[in-house]
């Protein structure tokens, strides 16, 4: 298959791209670099566009003859989708709306979308399915339902077979350490914890240790970004002109922010600097998948199964690289 990456030089995106591409799928990355790397895509086509440029993007999908694209172009940071909700609403909502109608001109027919966990915010059940109910706490995951909402009602009207994939937090670098997690600036836990461990003068901030979960820190599932990546395989493979699918990707086991320091100093054999602060705005207390329908319906298997080999991954990669892409 011929399959576009929106988003493919972020993070995930490129993680994604570079195990679809290994598996012998051609693919092309359409990024428009305010995330992402040249690097990350490993010398795959790489199309330097904005998501909500429709015409690029319809030029782009005919001209590769694209037959799916899998979208993760967005824009994810927690935090700043409270203080700047607009940059948000417009990026993701305008940006997908700009997406869609792009595949619809062009007459692409197959739709991965990356969406999150956080959809279900507040919703107290753990481990969660794909059935629970979804209440998003704040604009960023928001915008992703709404997303989600917006790729049902196109699907229906234009025939877009779709796989909506609900990811729990994405973790780790490639096992050479030469790919891995780098945001400017980061806000993310376990680069956060690994950078204070490389750089003695700074401190790691807790954010909040009285939620209603074991130790009083949020809990989050983090799966390996090669976990996910085979998931993203398995499901494009699977997708059909009448797919309508959700599935969660997550271990299914939690880890507090303490567990994360926990096993940062362990990988590393250093200690974390940190201090507890008040709440980040946003956070739900407890995500956890239930990943029962990708491994029964897909035969997902991760390989990555224990945190510490995760942040294993994260931290050859860190220490490899610890300004990012380009430096050593
Ligand atoms: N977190 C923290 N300190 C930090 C960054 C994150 O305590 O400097 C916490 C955050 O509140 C959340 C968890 O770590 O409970 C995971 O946060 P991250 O931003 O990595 O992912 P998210 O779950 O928000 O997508």
Redesign the pocket.
Same mark, same amino acid.
């Given at each position: 298959m011929n399959i576009l990456f929106t988003g493919g030089a972020g993070y995930v995106g490129s993680a994604c791209l570079r195990y679809v591409m290994a598996s012998g799928h051609q693919v092309v990355a359409y990024d428009n670099l305010v995330e992402g790397h040249p690097e990350a895509v490993n010398g795959a086509p790489l199309v330097v566009g904005d998501i909500r440029n429709t015409e690029l993007l319809e030029q782009i999908l005919r001209e590769h003859n694209i037959d799916a694209v899998m979208h993760f172009a967005a824009a994810t940071n927690?935090g700043e989708s409270v203080s700047n909700p607009g940059y948000h609403y417009d990026n993701n909502i305008g940006g997908t709306l700009s997406l869609l109608n792009a595949m619809v001109a062009a007459g692409v027919k197959k739709l991965l979308f990356s969406s999150t966990c956080?959809t279900y915010g507040l919703n107290p059940s753990s481990p969660m399915a794909e059935d629970a109910e979804q209440d998003p706490c704040s604009p960023y995951a928001r915008t992703k339902l709404a997303v989600e909402w917006m790729i049902r009602d196109f699907a229906q009207t234009y025939n877009i077979g779709f796989t909506l994939l609900r990811y729990f937090?994405a973790a780790g670098a490639s096992e050479d350490g030469e790919f891995g997690e780098y945001h400017h600036p980061e $806000?993310?836990?376990?680069p956060?914890v690994l950078d204070n461990i490389l750089q003695a003068d700074t401190q790691?901030?807790?954010?909040?240790s009285d939620y209603d979960t074991r130790d009083g $820190?949020?809990i %989050?599932d983090y799966v390996h970004i090669e976990d996910l990546a085979s998931a993203h395989l398995l499901a494009m493979e699977a997708i059909g002109a009448n797919s309508r699918e959700v599935f969660n990707i997550g271990t299914g086991h939690g880890q507090s922010?303490m567990d994360?320091i926990d096993a940062c100093e362990m990988v590393s054999g250093h200690r974390v600097n940190y201090k507890i602060v008040a709440r %980040?705005p946003g956070?739900a207390p407890e995500?956890v998948a239930n990943p029962h329908k990708l491994r029964t319906e897909l035969g997902w298997k991760p390989k990555y199964t224990h945190i510490n080999e995760i942040v294993r991954t994260a931290w050859t990669w860190h220490k490899l690289k610890p300004q990012g892409y380009g430096e050593r």
């Open positions: 927690v956080a937090n $806000t993310h836990l376990i956060l790691l901030k807790v954010f909040g $820190t949020c %989050r922010v994360i %980040r956070d995500l």
